[in-house]
């Protein structure tokens, strides 16, 4: 998310001398869309974009090239303001919005170098691609150059400028960051620690698995680690069940993307059909392809995957590094000269501020995205596929970021793949995160080559950010812990023959049964020497749930929090924020308390349940304690921010319940920015049976109807349905736009 800092308020106000940004009146669906041009279109035939009450466009076009300029279009109708913003992160032009504060997060994102690979993965497109993307490409630039610019680009000082291929395959690339980065960050302070050795190989053991790692103890670090986090295909549980365990008799499958709770969503609702597409599914703004969704055939989803598609290099010594200077133009202030160096291997990360390296290492990162991979041909070739078999063919380019993709068709098939290119190592295995010398990269395995799974024997496959145990090579380190698997599993089982609504339950369920055991496993501690407390007994018998009347779960999180606090501090060291991640306290917590002497585990418990007990007093539940904010990115801006936030709301569920709402250690009332803020449910006996919500809406204007109208569905476990028969788009898509060629 985008922080601005005091420095940048009296700018900003100044800035504001139209404050219709900041207190926009609604305007209806019907005005919105009567700014949709419709005259002068440069496409092949008329077009006619149906739209449905919630503002999802489905496109029929006459060629493929006038569905590709429509979405595009459409695109920037809806979302001109966050393409912008995901276009400046992209490059690593913040400061140009946001002023100094922000200069030293756009200097580590221009040595990252998102767009390294861009000209020539759009050099290498096949001819039926580069025509899909340049149509779409026209379709935003058309509608940018008759349209007003949205409300943002006021308060942000941005004026339009054109859109290219490359700029597509930039902030494409900024979805697929690698993950493992964010652990990388986090394990790289504990390298400089004397126990190093021995911290690694719990790190290993446990798996690092959570996304909201920061970067350094400073604010703009944490900005950095939230534009990374917020803005990549992070996280997800998705989920694919055979016919014969359906009520329908035909396969199902259930997707949440796991992202930055922020407006507006970082996915958009689309359909379309044209001779070679049909279609409905989500999209990321700016890019050209259905990222999940459904065709009359097939529907799929999927999940971070993961996968170690980085390695860190010491190049220190070397004599082939090369240096760019690059521009950092500023906001209210003077623009700076920045040397970027690059290493055969990639560029040299310890440059930034932000990357600690021991003393004499330059660390350099070798990245699979910044080599020319495919992923728009990827995703194209699947909205197409008519199987699994034909799904798992279409993701022979496929690059990053790493992700297991599953899908159902309509003849009963289901799979799991994993949609990677992932360097064959060479070099030996380390006890460090640091290679010495070289990547030692010989080639890569892809889809076609990696194992798969497709139609297992008991009807149902599942992911969920976990290792994924159907690749027989080593993929990674960081994984989350089987729960959100574990957990669907249990639900599907115990629904027998699955249907929409146990999806449904499924997707917005709040149990986290390893944290019941967890709290039972310190009960029992406490009960051994002799600890008891009135806090205790509200964990009795609980089953895991974070709903947000539940007082159990207060009572266990600021436990938790006091317990691994004064654990570790006992030890004589700095707390790291490695000890309180999720799954070292799964694998650590409970075996090391017991470690320590009867009297010092009873002073520690004695102490660590009465200050958990003044922290929870005040939250008579967890919704009191767990919160959301719904607003705007803007709504981090300081004094200005309140007018861009819609509602602060209860949030139920937890780090790994499956609708996830990431939080660290926490002991008084916070906010969750991460989690399942999109859905997504398919039967594939009915090419009309899919139904999708997102956390906001689907309009990214401030002053839209339809700029958070899907909030009360998704907090309901409600869902908008998407079809694709003829009779179902004309029932559902009642608004209808006939666009004329000129």
Same mark, same amino acid.
């Given at each position: 998310?985008l922080?601005?800092r ?45 739209w ?15 569905? =590709?300029?429509a ?31 922000v200069?030293? !997060? ?8 998102y ?33 007003r ?8 000082g ?12 930039t ?29 690694w ?8 698995n ?6 350094? +103890? ?26 014969r ?34 279609? #409905? ?11 999940l ?13 993961? +996968?170690?598609?980085?390695?860190? !290099?010491d ?52 990245w699979?995205?910044?080599?020319p ?24 380019s ?91 599993? +249990?639900? !599907? ?6 249907g929409?609504?146990?999806?449904? =339950? ?18 029992e ?10 806090l ?26 006091? !317990? ?21 306290l799964?694998?650590?917590?409970v075996?090391?308390l ?35 904010r #719904?607003?705007?990115l ?12 819609v ?9 790994e ?8 250690l ?10 399942a ?12 049976a899919?139904?999708? #919500? ?10 839209? +109807? ?12 409600r ?24």
């Amino acid at each position: 998310m985008l922080v601005l800092r005091p420095l940048t308020v009296f700018a900003l106000l100044l800035s504001l001398g139209a404050c219709s940004a900041m207190f926009p009146a609604k305007r209806a669906t019907d005005d919105r869309l009567a700014a949709f041009p419709r005259e002068g279109w440069p496409t092949d035939a008329p077009v006619t974009v149906r739209w449905n009450d919630h503002m999802v466009p489905f496109v029929e076009a006459e060629t493929d090239h006038d569905l =590709a300029f429509a979405l595009g279009v459409i695109h920037h109708h809806l979302r001109a303001g966050q393409m912008r913003v995901l276009k400046h992160i992209a490059q690593g032009r913040l400061a140009e919005m946001a002023g100094p504060p922000v200069r030293g !997060v756009d200097e580590a994102l221009r040595i990252l170098d998102y767009g390294r690979a861009a000209p020539a993965v759009t050099a290498a497109w096949p001819e039926e691609t580069r025509a899909f993307v340049d149509a779409f490409v026209e379709g935003l630039n058309w509608h940018q150059a008759r349209s007003r610019p949205p409300p943002e680009f006021a308060l942000l000082g941005l004026r339009p400028e054109p859109w290219t291929a490359e700029h597509l395959v930039t902030v494409g690339r900024l979805a697929g960051t690698d993950v493992n980065w964010l652990a990388f960050f986090g394990a790289l302070r504990a390298r400089l620690e004397p126990d190093w050795p021995q911290t690694w190989q719990r790190l290993k053991r446990a798996g690092l698995n959570e996304t909201d790692t920061e970067l350094a +103890a400073t604010p703009d670090a944490a900005t950095l680690a939230a534009l990374l986090a917020g803005s990549s295909r992070a996280g997800s549980n998705s989920v694919a069940v055979a016919p014969r365990r359906t009520a329908s008799g035909a396969a199902m499958i259930a997707n949440d993307p796991h992202l930055g709770l922020n407006l507006p969503n970082l996915w958009l609702l689309a359909g379309g059909r044209s001779p070679s597409y049909h279609v #409905v599914g989500m999209m990321i703004p700016g890019l050209p392809f259905f990222a999940l969704g459904r065709n009359p055939d097939l529907a799929w989803g999927g999940t971070n995957a993961r +996968a170690l598609s980085s390695d860190l !290099v010491d190049v220190a010594g070397r004599e082939d590094i090369e240096r760019e200077t690059v521009t950092v133009k500023t906001r209210w202030w003077r623009d700076r000269e920045v040397t970027r160096r690059v290493s055969p291997e990639g560029p040299i990360l310890s440059d930034s501020r932000f990357v600690p390296a021991r003393a004499g290492e330059e660390l350099a990162l070798r990245w699979v995205g910044h080599e020319p991979t495919d992923e728009i041909t990827a995703f194209l070739n699947a909205a197409r596929a008519g199987s699994v078999e034909e799904f798992r063919t279409a993701f022979e380019s496929y690059g990053v970021s790493a992700q297991n993709m599953l899908a159902a068709d309509s003849s009963g098939g289901i799979a799991m793949l994993m949609a990677a290119k992932l360097p064959i190592r060479t070099k030996p295995k380390t006890d460090d995160i640091v290679l010495d010398g070289s990547a030692g990269w010989a080639g890569y395995d892809t889809a076609l080559t990696l194992p798969w799974v497709v139609n297992p024997a008991d009807g149902f496959v599942a992911s969920a950010n976990d290792r994924p145990d159907y690749i027989e090579r080593p993929a990674g380190y960081f994984f989350s812990p089987k729960d959100r698997v574990e957990r669907m599993a +249990a639900l !599907v089982d115990q629904a027998g023959e699955v249907g929409f609504d146990d999806l449904a =339950a499924l997707q917005t369920d709040v149990v986290s049964t390893p944290a019941a055991e967890l709290a039972r496993g310190l009960l029992e501690q406490a009960d051994a020497v002799g600890v008891g407390h009135p806090l205790l007994e509200d964990l009795r018998g609980w089953d895991g749930a974070y709903g947000v009347d539940d007082r159990a779960p207060v009572a266990f999180e600021t436990l938790l929090f006091h !317990v691994t606090r004064r654990l570790y501090a006992d030890d004589g060291r700095a707390v790291s924020s490695l000890d309180g991640r999720w799954a070292s306290l799964q694998a650590f917590l409970v075996r090391d308390l017991e470690a320590r002497p009867p009297r010092r585990r009873a002073e520690l418990l004695r102490a660590a349940v009465d200050a958990a007990a003044a922290d929870a007093e005040p939250f008579a539940a967890w919704g009191d304690m767990h919160r959301v904010r #719904v607003q705007h990115l803007l709504g981090n801006v300081p004094v200005l921010g309140r007018f861009f936030r819609v509602d602060d709301l209860p949030s139920p569920g937890s780090r790994e319940t499956l609708m996830k709402r990431s939080h660290d250690l926490v002991n008084r009332r916070h906010r969750a920015s991460f989690g399942a803020q999109a859905r997504h449910i398919s039967d594939l006996g009915d090419p009309d049976a899919n139904w999708f #919500v997102l956390f906001g809406g689907q309009d990214g204007w401030l002053d839209a +109807a339809n700029y958070a109208d899907q909030l009360p569905l998704w907090r309901e476990g409600r869902y908008i349905r998407l079809p694709l028969s003829d009779e179902g788009v004309r029932e559902t898509f009642t608004r209808v736009v006939r666009t004329t060629p000129r």
